[in-house]
């Protein structure tokens, strides 16, 4: 289990909405936290991934279940 700092529920919501919660919860961290973001928007993991190589946040890990993404991302 990867420890994080901050947990985003974007359950329900569709593009652009869980990216945006996401961009909202790293403006508040420190380099090195860890934010838990839980999408079911199955295209997440496409905004999430480019908005990691434009940003240099990095994805440390994706879980990918039957009717949810997790996503861990760490702040640069």
Do not use: W
């Not at 909202?24 to 993991?45: E, F, N, Q, R, Y």
Request: proline share 4%; with cysteine.
């Amino acid at each position: 289990m990867i420890e994080f700092n901050l947990e985003v529920d974007a359950s329900g919501l569709n593009c652009p909405l869980p990216l945006l919660r996401l961009k909202k919860a790293l403006m508040g961290m420190s380099s090195g936290d860890v934010v838990k973001v839980i999408a079911t928007d199955p295209a997440a993991h496409l905004d999430f991934g480019v908005y990691s190589d434009q940003t240099g946040h990095q994805i440390i890990q994706l879980i990918k279940e039957s009717n949810k993404q997790v996503f861990y991302f760490k702040k640069k």
